[in-house]
């Protein structure tokens, strides 16, 4: 993926939110992205940043919500609107490792159908890799997660690592497209199925005529 402001055409608009308890770095992450840089503290302002993005040589608006810890009738309203899910935990803070597992449940059962034209493109990223001395979550939990539940995953720090961190985005716009376009086609999973069956059988049947 490139990453430079452009003024080309638009062709795709994205929406992603990021999502995790308190302090576990969704802020520096997002940051980190749109910036390069890592700036140490972030307040606690609420955002949807508008970037541009190059993705597969797309042009591609993508709308960040960088989103404080919430189980209110808020949330439903962040998953309705979002394509793609960050779901960030420190790899430090057991809690929110937990809280990253309650709100994939939470994400899936409000998505409806887990394998619809909505189903939820979802990384998992545990932060603050440069703080392994502090570590108290495994990557093999992390991957164990994202593997259980069909995610992505990364371990990251937004501290040290800008190209950790492009990488999370990139094979989540990555993952959305794909999910877009596969909606978009129209003979998908079991109706697909019984149409080439039809098909095959239609023309056994002209075949014997
Ligand atoms: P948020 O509440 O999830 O948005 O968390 P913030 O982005 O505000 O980060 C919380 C604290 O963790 C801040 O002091 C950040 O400087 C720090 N932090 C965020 N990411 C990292 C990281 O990768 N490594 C380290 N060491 N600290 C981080
Ligand atoms: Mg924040």
Redesign the pocket.
Known sequence: MELRGLTYPVSMETNIVVM?T???????LTVRLLTRRFI???GDIESIYTHRFMVDGRETVVNIW?SPYSETPLFERKVRWADGFVL?YSICDRASFTAVTRLLHAIKSSRGCPHGDRAPVVVVVG?????HHRRTVLSEEGRLLALDAGCLFYEV????DYHGVLAVFHSLLTGVKDAKLSAKRPCTGLKGIVKSVSAVFARRRTDSI
């Not at 308190?22 to 520096?28: H, L, M, P, Q, T």
């Not at 932060?127 to 703080?131: G, I, Q, S, T, V």
């Open positions: 995790g308190e302090s576990v770095g969704k802020s520096a140490g503290e972030y960088d960030a932060n603050k890799r440069d703080l720090s937004a501290a040290e």
